[in-house]
Structure formats: C-alpha cells, structure tokens
C-alpha cells in the first residue's frame, strides 16, 4: 500500500463546476500539505501549502486537512479550462523518512468549456 | 537563474551506456533534490543535497545511480550501465533551506529512454 493515495482520474467538469480532489495518507508524522498542479510537459509548481489541520483559501481555490482522517481535499470553484491539468498532493514531515516530500499519483483534471 | 534548469530536456541512450544528467538550482537555493516521475504517476523521491552535502540518497534504487553537487550549485545525476527500467522523467528541484516545509520549485525535466 502506498503511503499516499490519490484517485488518477480523469476527471472532466464543465466550465463554472466545483472541482473536489481528495487524497488519503498513512503516515501520521506527515504535517505539511501541498498541492501542486501540473501542466502537460512542464514541472508541478505549487499551488496551496498547508500546516497541520485546517482549511486555506486561495482565491478560487480552497485546501482542507484533516489529520484525524488522514484525508486532504482541493476544492476549486468557478472551473475554468485553464484549470486542466494533473494535480498533485504532496506531504512531508520533520523526521525521518518522513521528511521528504511524497507525492500522490496525481488526478488528471479537463475543464470542458 | 530565473528557474530550475536541466539538460538534456530528452535523452535516448542504449543500454549499458552510462548517462549525466545536469541540473542548475535556482540561484540562492541551498537545497537541491532529485526525482524521478513515471508516466501517470507523482514524482519519487531518490536524493537531497544542501550545498555540497548529501544529506539523504536513500531513495537511490541501486549503486548504478549517484548524484554530486561539489559546489553547492550544479548537480549532475549520473547513472552507470542504464537498463531499460531507468526510461522515465528525471526532474531536478531546488528550494532556499533543508525541507520541512520551504516550497520547492521543480525544472521541466530530462527525459531518459534507454533503449
């Protein structure tokens, strides 16, 4: 079992859709949530960065963390066609082999206008 | 630099052949990592340097892989007598301090088909 699961996908909305992402973890000495979004051809750059539990908000975009469940979701509003990419979670923690940066598989997300 | 960078973008090799895969860290960042992506799946995490240390290679999957940074700028990963299972997306990144927590920026890769 992976120590970070992520549904693949693909996903595909209409534009104006709300977008839920989600991914589950096993390791409980993770404490730093990111989510990166990933272009065709290009590097994940970093979306939303979350400490611990809680909710942030970015704009259109909202990140949840729920360490009790160890589940963390991407919420984007208002889709647009530019939101078509793979989004990525990533987690890491302060110790161990936790404190490298683990990835989910990514979900593919299309925006259809 | 105003990004991560790495060279060769693509890189078809025979097997057996050894290859060196460079990759030049935003300018300022101490932390320098490597990664390998499959297709359909997030990046893997093989080693970490801050400067010229490597701190941590443990996610190497054999000794035919190895990486340097000998000034704590630009890193080469270098994998010796390739095999076909090596074929995937190398992908250099880099942020200002060791992990817990500092956003690292990822380079658009070295694609690696060894044939």
């Known amino acids: 079992q992976k120590e970070v699961e992520q549904d693949p996908g693909p996903l595909s909305v209409p534009e104006g859709a709300i977008v839920s992402l989600n991914c589950t973890y096993s390791n409980s000495a993770f404490q730093y949530f990111m989510w990166y979004r990933q272009y065709s051809r290009k590097g994940p750059e970093l979306l939303m960065y979350t400490y611990s539990s809680g909710n942030k908000e970015d704009g259109r975009f909202t990140a949840q963390v729920d360490k009790s469940s160890k589940y963390i979701s991407l919420f984007i509003r208002d889709s647009q066609p530019s939101d078509s990419a793979t989004y990525l979670c990533a987690m890491s923690g302060t110790s161990g082999s936790a404190r490298q940066l683990t990835f989910g598989s990514g979900t593919q997300l299309t925006v259809l206008p | 630099g105003a990004g991560v960078s790495q060279s060769p973008r693509y890189k078809v090799t025979k097997r057996g052949q050894d290859v060196a895969l460079r990759c030049d860290p935003i300018s300022g960042h101490v932390s320098l990592y490597w990664y390998r992506q499959a297709l359909g799946q997030g990046p893997e995490f093989l080693t970490y340097f801050n400067y010229e240390a490597q701190q941590d290679k443990s996610g190497l999957p054999n000794d035919r892989f190895s990486a340097e940074r000998p000034e704590g700028s630009i890193s080469t990963l270098t994998i010796q007598r390739t095999e076909q299972r090596d074929s995937a997306m190398y992908r250099c990144?880099?942020?200002?301090?060791?992990?817990?927590?500092?956003?690292?920026?990822f380079g658009e890769g070295s694609w690696l088909t060894v044939v």
């Open positions: 990144a880099s942020s200002l301090g060791g992990f817990s927590g500092n956003t690292i920026y």
